[in-house]
């Protein structure tokens, strides 16, 4: 049976081959601990952690030193959440986040409000974005963290970034920023962003599932983190485990891969996704969530008016894989507390799709998609005013 075209890549991406290809050793020839520096074993192991680690740095403008594996975007998250609020607790237990954040974020903040922080959700716009007069206004004295993803997972909306780091920077307040939708789709400079502490991963750009970073800046400020996973000291005490050579490998030729394509892949992933809003646009039912230009080039996240989501869904399902929110909760039956966020009502909201556009989509399957969502949406219609 032929398999649903897939344009669910903010959920995650195929193994690109020249990835596959760079990994493939590090499983049976070059097999060693990184941490292993008595043998040769060790040695080509290390070496291989090394490049791979100076290559993810250079790609953000920091330095290798200040980059700590971990095994993906949501321990990084954990990791710079609660990691600042245990080293920080003294000088002050507030925290400031968004309410259209990934779980993954909004779940440690949640744990630390048991612990007796204090944390602040900001309201977005109706577009998404992030009011930054309204930021500025809720850092406090006791404020020890600002966390504002980079780009968001389902409705692709790119937060700015650059100011947001410039208000924390003012007012000696660190700055997070989750960037596992960002990495590699749009230019990230740790320096002139003022970003202190930033979560990435590997599988949204090609690269292994289970393999992620968090930057952490070393010099103005030098950023002190407690350590949320014990037993080994590695990465220099911040994250114990043996580092899994094989996927760091691949995490730094993805994002190799993918910076060294970023213009021309996203100028393709924008040109498909206007093409496939305007093939939607037919419709008069359809809602576009989030900010029209400010957003990930691949990302489109519509809501039909008046159509059932589910029904939608299972109308979909034969020839196009997408998701109605985001991959961590699409088993839920609540709906997306981002598009709630937005001014949605829970029908709306159910009522939305999440179209992920990547390097190997073309406008032939673009077209089939848009016929295929077309029809389907007008054959709920007509069937629900029959």
């Known amino acids: 049976m032929r398999k649903p075209i897939y344009l669910d890549c903010h959920a995650t991406t195929p193994v690109d081959e020249r990835v ?17 520096l008595g043998h040769l074993y060790g040695w080509e192991a290390e070496s291989a952690v090394k490049l791979a680690r100076e290559a993810i740095a250079q790609s953000i403008n920091a330095t290798r030193e200040e980059i700590v594996f971990t095994s993906g975007a949501t321990e990084a998250n954990n990791l710079a959440i609660k990691g600042v609020a245990e080293a920080y607790h003294q000088r002050g237990r507030h925290l400031i986040t968004v309410q259209t954040e990934h779980s993954a974020v909004l779940d440690p903040c949640a744990y630390l409000q048991t612990l007796g922080f204090e944390i602040t959700y900001l309201n977005v716009q109706s577009d998404g974005l992030v009011d930054l007069q309204q930021l500025q206004q809720a850092i406090r004295d ?10 968001n997972n389902e ?21 997070h920023t989750d960037a596992a939708q960002a990495i590699g789709k749009i230019p990230l400079n740790v320096e002139s962003m003022n970003i202190d502490l930033m979560s990435l991963t590997a599988h949204k750009i090609y690269g292994a599932k289970g393999i992620g970073a968090l930057y952490v800046r070393r010099r103005n400020p030098r950023v002190n983190l407690a350590p949320q996973l014990h037993g080994g000291g590695h990465e220099r005490g911040r994250r114990s485990g043996t580092l899994y050579t094989p996927q760091i490998v691949s995490f730094a030729k993805a994002l190799e891969i993918a910076i060294a394509n970023q213009a ?29 230009t400010q957003r990930l080039a691949g990302n489109l996240n519509v809501s039909f008016i008046g159509i059932n989501g589910q029904a939608l869904m299972l109308a979909l399902q034969p020839v196009v894989a997408v998701s109605s929110g985001s991959a961590c909760s699409s088993a839920k039956t609540s709906p997306s507390h981002v598009l709630l966020a937005l001014g949605h009502s829970p029908e709306l909201a159910h009522a939305s799709i999440r179209f992920g556009i990547g390097r190997f989509n073309d406008l032939e399957q673009i077209n089939i998609v ?3 969502v077309i029809n389907s949406v007008r054959s709920l219609s007509n069937r629900k005013n029959q």
């Open 155 to 175: 409705i692709g909306v790119l937060q700015p970034i650059a100011e947001i780091g410039q208000i924390c920077h003012d007012r000696q307040v660190l700055f």
């Open 20 to 36: 596959l290809d760079a990994m493939l050793p590090y499983f049976r020839e070059v097999f060693g601990n990184p941490a292993s």
């Open 142 to 151: 006791d404020t020890i963290l600002v966390s504002v993803m980079a780009a």
């Open 264 to 292: 021309s892949e996203q100028k393709q992933a924008l040109h498909l996704r206007q093409h496939l809003w305007q093939r939607l646009s037919e419709l008069e039912q359809i809602k576009l969530n989030g900010h029209p």
């Open 370 to 372: 848009a016929n295929h």
